[in-house]
């Protein structure tokens, strides 16, 4: 009978325990509703890459730790090529991307985003000696260094150009500056950056007539609207008080938040 007695003990003290332990389960869990995993390059400067002291910096960086800030979240970054930056969206291993996304209507019906934070044109990046490439026409059947899956990337394709596959903008500048390839298509501010950083590069940006693109936060359909509207609420939050803007001048010298 004693021994029953105390069976029936040890069996409560184990359910109680039990109980306790999946409260701090719930409570834990809880916790990790904050934290959102983000999905960026880390080689992608100024947007996103490491420092001399090998930290994790940049534009975008700055942009998403600041709307973290206003909306107490929590941020796990990961980071990743460019051309694996949708397939780890699509898979689950981070909700959203910081890494200059660009909005065009084929991701929009595949992902969400927030309100735009970047406004830039592209340009074609050659050899500051090249004579035959004058305008963005003139790329067809010519070698230029692309990431496969980037708004540049495609607009290489549709002008006719022959794809070298790059992981981000340095490698191109590399193939380029070795003679590897005759372009590429990226980015204003990106082109900007590097002439900051080499000034001496032997290349030069020629201006097409291509729209503004708008770079925003993409995230997984399956990510909830709130969590958008949280991105959305900071980023109003942090253009109101001026820090977008000063983000934009520590980078770039200018406020780059604006379509003018």
């Known amino acids: 009978m004693k021994r029953l007695l105390f069976c029936v003990?040890?069996?409560?003290f184990v359910l109680a325990a039990c109980g306790n332990n999946s409260s701090k389960d719930s409570k834990s869990s809880s916790k990790?509703?904050?934290t959102i995993k983000v999905g960026t390059e880390g080689t992608y400067a100024p947007f996103s890459f490491h420092n001399k002291q090998d930290k994790l910096t940049g534009y975008d960086i700055d942009v998403i730790k600041a709307v973290a800030k206003e909306e107490g979240l929590k941020l796990k970054f990961n980071e990743t090529s460019w051309d694996s930056m949708f397939a780890g969206l699509d898979a689950g291993r981070f909700d959203v991307i910081a890494n200059q996304v660009g909005i065009n209507k084929d991701r929009e019906k595949k992902y969400k985003f927030s309100n735009p934070y970047t406004y830039s044109s592209a340009v074609l990046v050659v050899r500051d000696n090249e004579k035959n490439i004058k305008s963005f026409n003139d790329v067809k059947g010519k070698k230029l260094a692309q990431t496969f899956t980037s708004n540049y990337g495609q607009l290489a394709k549709d002008k006719g150009a022959k794809i070298t596959?790059?992981?981000?903008?340095?490698?191109?500048?590399?193939?380029?500056?070795?003679?590897?390839?005759?372009?590429?298509?990226?980015?204003?501010?990106s082109y900007l950056d590097y002439k900051k950083q080499k000034s001496n590069a032997k290349i030069k940006a020629i201006k097409g007539d291509a729209e503004k693109n708008k770079s925003a936060f993409a995230f997984s359909k399956k990510v909830d609207d709130k969590t958008v509207q949280k991105f959305n609420d900071g980023l109003k939050k942090i253009e109101e008080s001026g820090e977008l803007k000063k983000i934009g001048k520590k980078?770039?010298?200018?406020d780059v938040s604006k379509p003018e």
Request: glycine content about 6%; charged content about 25%.
């Open 9 to 12: 003990v040890a069996l409560v």
């Open 32 to 34: 990790d509703d904050n």
């Open 165 to 189: 596959k790059v992981d981000g903008f340095n490698q191109s500048m590399d193939l380029l500056l070795s003679k590897r390839v005759d372009a590429t298509f990226n980015d204003s501010l």
């Open 251 to 254: 980078w770039f010298g200018q």
